[in-house]
């Protein structure tokens, strides 16, 4: 089992609707949970952090966290093609101290 | 501030040679980490040093990679003898320890391909 799960995709959605990105993770000790965005050719950006149960809002994006299903997911509303880019889910520091990120899902925004 | 800077940005050459790449994390930062990615495994780390000194190295593939931190605002990882399977994207990534767990920022990469 991959420590940190994501489907691939590609997730296509139509411009103005809401995105869901889901991510999965093994070690239950793990802290902090880290959304990066990667355009084609491009280095990692981190947009969205969270570290405790719940939800977080930061603009159009949303972290959702719930440490008991070791699950954390990402929604984008009012998605726009701009947004067409890898979503990578990162997570640490659990058991081995490093940060273990997914291996990414291709968002594909329609306009 | 200039952010995470890498060099080369890219990097050509042919199997059995011997490549350097170049990090400077952002000043005043004490991480620094080396990644590794491809479309097959993903951003894989590679090693992450604390205050210059390597901390895990454990990600590195074998010993044809080894990598420094002489100082504060330099960093090399280098590959002697240089494989076709070494082509990949490298990112350097450098965080505070006083800021949020674990937010890193990434270099803009070195894209290497081997031939």
């Known amino acids: 089992q991959k420590e940190v799960e994501q489907n691939s995709g590609p997730l296509s959605v139509p411009e103005g609707a809401i995105a869901s990105l889901n991510c999965t993770y093994s070690d239950r000790g793990s802290q902090s949970f880290f959304w990066y965005r990667q355009y084609s050719g491009k280095s990692p950006e981190l947009i969205m952090s969270?570290?405790?149960?719940g939800d977080k809002e930061d603009g159009r994006f949303t972290a959702q966290l719930n440490k008991a299903s070791q699950y954390v997911s990402l929604l984008i509303r009012d998605s726009q093609p701009s947004d067409s880019a890898t979503y990578l889910c990162?997570?640490?520091?659990?058991?081995?101290?490093?940060?273990?990120f997914g291996t990414g899902t291709l968002l594909a925004v329609q306009p | 501030d200039a952010g995470v800077i890498q060099s080369p940005r890219h990097e050509v050459t042919e199997m059995g040679q011997e490549v350097t790449l170049r990090c400077k994390p952002i000043s005043g930062h004490d991480y620094l980490f080396w990644y590794r990615q491809t479309m097959m495994r993903g951003l894989e780390l590679l090693i992450y040093?604390?205050?210059?000194?390597?901390?895990?190295d454990s990600g590195m593939p074998e010993d044809r990679f080894s990598a420094k931190m002489p100082n504060a605002s330099f960093s090399t990882l280098k590959i002697q003898p240089s494989e076709p399977r070494d082509s990949a994207v490298y990112f350097c990534?450098?965080?505070?320890?006083?800021?949020?767990?674990?937010?890193?920022?990434f270099g803009p990469g070195t894209r290497l391909t081997v031939l």
């Open positions: 990534a450098s965080r505070w320890e006083g800021a949020v767990a674990d937010t890193q920022y």
């Open positions: 040093f604390n205050n210059n000194v390597p901390i895990d």
């Open positions: 990162a997570v640490g520091p659990g058991a081995t101290n490093k940060l273990i």
């Open positions: 969270i570290y405790s149960n």
